[in-house]
């Protein structure tokens, strides 16, 4: 079953523009992972956040994790026509007994 | 240093045939887990492997099956096909596995059509 809720499901901007995706859970977590997958491929991980950080960069990406709230975000700056993908939260919750709970994902468009 | 590689990335099956999917994780990762993806479903986690023992198992039916061999290679077997089963398959390996903060790295993925 899905810890994860993504918000929106899909979002279309234009090249440039920023994109930002929410993630909602629902139990306690040791971490939060964001994974990337083009279709029909598999998932690239993108940034890991501990449950004491809240907020991580990785070049254009910025993750934000409010534990308090069970809410994360993922911001993508000066998106790119490459940034166009699926976009997965994933938890590694304290309790349960999965490596891993993926949301349903949020589908992003740039266009060029 | 290689990633997590799946093989075979396609395979098409008959309703009641068995099917075997291999997955090599990164060097030196000793935790490797299996996933299936379908559209309706989304993710959803099959088992996870340490030390070639099974520490978890997802909500499947006994027909999916698995193991990890000593070298952390895992193989994942659905016997008697449905057209259910129809999915793309995902490995991911880490150096611990769940609780322990290490980045979860995924393969390409095994695509498996039932007809």
């Known amino acids: 079953s899905q810890q994860g809720e993504e918000d929106p499901q899909a979002l279309s901007i234009q090249e440039g523009e920023n994109a930002t995706m929410n993630c909602s859970y629902k139990?306690?977590?040791?971490?939060l992972q964001w994974y990337r997958q083009n279709s029909g491929r598999g998932l690239v991980h993108l940034i890991l956040?501990?449950?004491?950080?809240r907020e991580k960069h990785s070049g254009r990406l910025r993750v934000t994790l409010d534990t308090s709230k069970k809410s994360s975000s993922l911001l993508i700056t000066a998106s790119r026509a490459a940034d166009t993908a699926s976009y997965f939260c994933?938890?590694?919750?304290?309790?349960?007994?999965?490596?891993?709970?993926f949301g349903k994902g949020t589908r992003l468009s740039v266009i060029a | 240093k290689a990633g997590v590689t799946q093989t075979p990335r396609y395979l098409i099956k008959t309703r009641g045939q068995q099917v075997t999917l291999s997955c090599s994780p990164i060097?030196?990762?000793?935790?490797v887990s299996w996933y299936q993806q379908t559209p309706g479903q989304g993710l959803q986690f099959l088992f996870e492997y340490f030390s070639e023992t099974q520490r978890n198992k997802g909500n499947f039916p006994g027909r999916f099956s698995g193991r990890q061999f000593s070298n952390s290679r895992s193989e994942m077997n659905v016997s008697t096909l449905e057209l259910g089963d129809s999915a793309l398959y995902l490995c991911?390996?880490?150096?611990?596995?769940?609780?322990?903060?290490?980045?979860?790295?995924f393969g390409e993925g095994s695509w498996l059509t039932v007809v």
């Open positions: 139990t306690s977590i040791n971490n």
């Open positions: 956040i501990r449950s004491n950080e």
């Open positions: 994933a938890t590694d919750s304290i309790s349960g007994n999965t490596p891993l709970v």
């Open positions: 991911a390996s880490s150096l611990a596995g769940r609780g322990s903060g290490n980045t979860i790295y």
């Open positions: 060097s030196g990762h000793r935790s």
